[in-house]
């Protein structure tokens, strides 16, 4: 599949992905009612058979109360670290975390403390995290705890929720981030009782606090974290002396597995000898795939065969009814700076579909994002020329400046499809008003466009044309 690092995400996976922003967040859990009197009831149990706080844990907390007052946030960490790691030794002070496995689960952000059942930092290991302030207990302070508890349920195998906790010694809210059929819902209970219920949460079982025990087969080796998608990570492992890529997500789906098998039965059939597919495979249970490439680079993006060949395979999803929906640069991999593979099937729809948007955000045509806005992504529509357009817009958004990709991206995160739609029209000025009017015209015809080989033709013709490839 690919190497390298993962950039923020730029689509929507339902509910469930980057497009939900902090203000949004702040906005669910501060209109939502919330009944619970006491932990145990928040967490979902009838009674935590533990013994009482010790005195020194009490004194503990008494003692940061009034550190805190004075000392920096690091140092109080780092010296809160060393006590908090005699009421449980597999909580680590991650304030200042950085690289690896780590920085792909929460997006280069870093939680106070991080319980882990392992030194290993893989999602499956993760319990959940803690946050710690010296002043008030603020909404966004809680927003970014629920954020970071999003981060950890959304790659965890099988896990619906997480629990953590945000805490400036005299006070306490815990939060719980839950995944429902793919869309999250967000709660607090906020206690006056530190030391009481800091004490139960620090010696809860994990299970209780949405741990899922998970574990790849032992014949599978993790050689190297490929990065981070919008709802997974991705790993390079070997299997049989030979090199995968495979993805480890919340939910298994063989979806895009299945897709492919199609895809190469259609190549086979049809004696396609001059596209290549991504092959996957489903070996025990898990998804792998190769060749393991590299993520493409924008610089790369703007060959002739490159994108000769992006179209070649999305012609074969097409002409099995399908639109992909998610074509962006980080869905393509490059193997051996020779040939492109389009990838992650996961969002794509059958033509002509009306539902709930999956799918890049950025890159998307501009119909789509009219529509995301106006049913705020419930009624969607999907058709071929969508994904032409896609690949269009990644082209011509190329040549954005710096500060330009910022802002669109910073759009598409926050699933700002109306705000986007003016920001793009904006930079594509830049190109002549007749490679404009030809966007336009796909787009007004998108749903009658179902010859695919000439719809196909037709873009590329307006590629060669307006956009100098190499």
């Known amino acids: 599949m690919y190497e390298g690092e993962i950039k923020l995400s730029d689509s929507v996976r339902s509910q469930n992905s980057e497009s939900k922003s902090d203000k949004s967040i702040i906005q669910h859990i501060y209109s939502t009612k919330f009944l619970c009197e006491t932990l145990e009831e928040f967490i979902g149990i009838d009674n935590m058979i533990i013994n009482d706080p010790t005195e020194n844990f009490k004194n503990t907390i008494d003692a940061f109360v009034k550190i805190s007052k004075t000392g920096s946030e690091n140092e109080t960490s780092l010296e809160f670290d060393n006590h908090l790691k005699k009421f449980n030794s597999q909580i680590t002070y991650t304030g200042n975390q950085k690289g690896g496995e780590f920085e792909q ?26 946050e710690k302030t010296k002043n008030d207990l603020t909404r966004n302070e809680v927003s970014q705890m629920l954020e970071y508890l999003r981060m950890i349920v959304q790659i965890s195998p099988e896990r619906t929720y997480a629990i953590g906790c945000l805490t400036n010694y005299k006070n306490i809210t815990f939060g719980k ?173 059958c033509n002509g579909f009306n539902g709930e948007y999956e799918g890049s955000f950025l890159t998307a045509s501009t119909s789509v994002l009219a529509e995301y806005e106006l049913t705020r992504g419930k009624q969607v529509s999907a058709y071929y020329a969508d994904d032409c357009l896609s690949i269009i817009y990644m082209l011509l958004l190329f040549n954005c400046t710096k500060e330009e990709k910022i802002t669109l991206k910073k759009h598409a995160r926050e699933s700002s499809a109306g705000i986007l739609i003016v920001a793009r029209k904006k930079v594509l000025q830049r190109y002549s008003k007749e490679a404009i009017d030809c966007l336009d015209e796909i787009e007004q015809k998108r749903a009658s466009l179902i010859n695919i080989d000439d719809l196909h033709n037709q873009c590329q013709q307006i590629i060669n044309k307006w956009i100098n490839l190499t």
Not at 295 to 318: P, R, S, V, W
């Open 105 to 130: 689960i929460f997006r280069d952000k870093q939680p106070d403390f991080t319980w882990s059942i392992t030194t290993q930092f893989y999602a499956w290991n993760i319990v959940t995290i803690i």
């Open 177 to 349: 981030a839950t995944i429902i059929n793919n869309k999250f819902n967000y709660e607090i209970f906020e206690s006056g009782n530190v030391i009481k219920d800091y004490w139960k949460f620090l010696h809860c079982n994990p299970i209780y606090l949405g741990h899922v025990k998970f574990s790849i087969p032992e014949n599978f080796q993790i050689n190297l974290l490929l990065g981070r998608g919008a709802v997974g990570m991705v790993y390079q492992i070997e299997y049989q002396n030979i090199q995968y890529a495979m993805k480890i997500s919340n939910k298994k789906s063989t979806k895009e597995y299945e897709i492919a098998e199609k895809m190469k039965n259609y190549i086979n059939e049809h004696s396609l000898s001059d596209v290549k597919i991504m092959n996957m495979f489903n070996i025990q249970g898990f998804i792998l795939s190769r060749p393991v490439g590299k993520l493409m680079d924008e610089n790369q993006l703007c060959q002739k065969k490159y994108i000769t060949q992006i179209f070649k395979q999305l012609a074969i999803g097409h002409k099995l009814g399908l639109v992909h929906r998610d074509i962006r640069i980080y869905n393509l991999i490059l193997f051996n700076d020779e040939d492109v593979y389009l990838i992650d099937w996961d969002s794509s729809t």
